[in-house]
């Protein structure tokens, strides 16, 4: 019986192991099974018989290999362009797009609201929103005067209806984004022919400089970025169309606010942050402000739970008077030496700021001079009486109104250089502002720090109003039983 061998293989994860049968013609002798070499072991079994008790072979089993199972290719899928990434562009338009758009969309014959609701609708089409940035979008047209959200009494897209419309129909009937009947004629900035004026730069003003700041995080730079990039791509995707070429200087216009806002809302936290300075914290702290109880003497503490204290008596005294000596003038000095210093006027005060003094060489070698350079350098920082619009005026009686001191038309106030750098000209800072008796300001609280550009719109007072419905109030009290004695009750409780 000629000699039988057979080779079996292993799976993947054994590929190193063999395994060698021999089998003679009438019996086998031996049988040698050797592991593989890195397992170190070799092993015999003798005078081994083989097969039935008749002495017969078994049949041969003819194995497989076993299959390779392929690996999962664990690479992300390429994501969905959703229009809003860094360096998109809108594709060029087809002979038939651009002549559509031309002859029917945006033709000049349509008002300028028809061409803008047209605008806004197919603009939201060929975008993908996550939430984040419709939220943002979102404001944005709110402050300009759309209205989002679903129209009021439009009622549902049934599918007949939607079978017997073309796909510019199926948008407007769907749409979110509309202008509203009371804004049906429009008129340019500065023309008094109408309520509503188109104004692309103040809208742009507006949502950087308040609306902004007020409903998101603008300590965050990604955010700014975010912010400035959804109204910038909403600018360019108006422009790219034409929609409206009689208002494209505006709209270049507040393309330029986007590009400022993004450094500006920066530089506005930097100031919040740094406005305050050592100085006016120690202004603070010596005369009964803001800081004056604030001082943890375990600074370890402090360090460790990133607390915002005040200072040391000590302390606070050291730098009031390097900061007097380095900057008031001689008689502000004998002043403050033979009568003390004290606080003679308190204002909550809005200003602008006018111009921005840096310290010359005498005056920071002096500061480098003095108690080892550890005193930060002073400038001047100087502006006129602003009030925020958006402030609402305290009723005062008569008595009030004729003893209340009238603000100033200029302030000026000595602040650390490391904030100066970050001010710009234009910036409007609100805080509550002391005056001392040899005569300086300093800062006891800084409240709000505000862009150059910064605008309040009136539109801001009416994101909450409601279109009259026609429908009448006596007629729906009836409706869910109110008699005339519970309507005369209701509208006393409401008085």
Not at 225 to 230: H, I, N, P, Q, Y
Request: with cysteine.
């Amino acid at each position: 019986m000629p000699l039988l061998a057979l080779s079996l293989e292993l799976d993947a994860n054994h590929l190193d192991h063999s395994v060698n049968w021999a089998l003679s013609s009438t019996s086998m002798s031996a049988i040698d099974f050797v592991t593989a070499p890195e397992q170190g072991r070799e092993e015999v079994w003798e005078d081994s018989k083989w097969g039935d008790d008749n002495g017969e072979m078994p049949p041969a089993v003819e194995t497989v290999p076993k299959k390779k199972k392929k690996k999962k290719n664990n690479k992300s899928k390429v994501k969905k362009i959703t229009g809003f990434e860094e360096n998109y562009t809108d594709a060029p338009m087809t002979p038939a797009e651009y002549a559509e758009e031309m002859e029917n969309i945006y033709n000049p014959s349509r008002t300028f609201a028809e061409r803008i609701e047209a605008c806004i609708q197919r603009y939201r089409a060929k975008r993908k929103f996550d939430s984040h940035r419709k939220d943002l979008f979102d404001k944005y047209l709110s402050l300009g005067g759309i209205e989002t959200g679903p129209k009021m009494f439009g009622g549902g897209l049934d599918a007949k209806a939607a079978d017997s419309m073309d796909a510019q129909e199926i948008v407007i009937m769907t749409a979110t984004d509309y202008v509203g009947k009371d804004k049906s004629s429009l008129e340019m900035s500065g023309q008094q022919n109408s309520e509503w004026v188109v104004d692309f730069e103040a809208v742009a003003k507006g949502y950087f400089s308040h609306k902004i700041p007020t409903y998101f995080d603008i300590t965050d730079p990604k955010e700014i970025k975010l912010c400035t990039s959804v109204v910038r791509n909403f600018l360019n995707y108006v422009l790219h169309h034409n929609v409206c070429p009689e208002y494209n200087d505006q709209v270049y216009a507040a393309r330029a606010i986007c590009d400022l806002a993004e450094n500006q809302l920066s530089a506005v936290v930097a100031v919040s942050h740094k406005l305050q300075g050592d100085f006016n914290k120690a202004c603070s702290t010596l005369f009964g402000g803001h800081y004056r109880d604030l001082y943890v003497e375990d600074q370890e503490l402090v360090k460790e739970m990133g607390l915002i204290v005040g200072m040391s008596d000590e302390n606070a005294r050291k730098i009031v008077h390097t900061g007097l000596a380095a900057m008031g003038t001689l008689e502000q000095c004998q002043q403050a030496k033979t009568e003390g210093l004290k606080v003679t006027r308190e204002e909550n005060i809005g200003f602008e700021v006018t111009e921005i003094l840096r310290a010359d060489e005498d005056t920071r070698n002096f500061f480098k001079s003095i108690f080892g350079g550890e005193i930060k350098c002073l400038g001047t920082l100087r502006g006129r009486q602003w009030t925020n619009p958006d402030w609402l005026e305290e009723d005062e009686s008569e008595g009030e109104e004729e003893g209340a001191i009238k603000c100033l038309d200029e302030y000026e106030f000595w602040v650390e250089e490391d904030a100066l750098e970050h001010l710009v000209v234009g910036m409007k800072v609100e805080v509550a502002a002391r005056y001392l008796n040899c005569g300086f300001w300093y800062f006891d609280i800084i409240f709000n720090v505000h862009c150059s550009f910064f605008t309040y719109l009136e539109n801001e007072r009416m994101s909450s109003y409601k279109e009259y419905t026609g429908i009448d109030e006596t007629d729906s009290q009836k409706d869910i039983g109110f008699d005339e004695g519970e309507a005369e009750l209701e509208e006393g409780i409401s008085a």
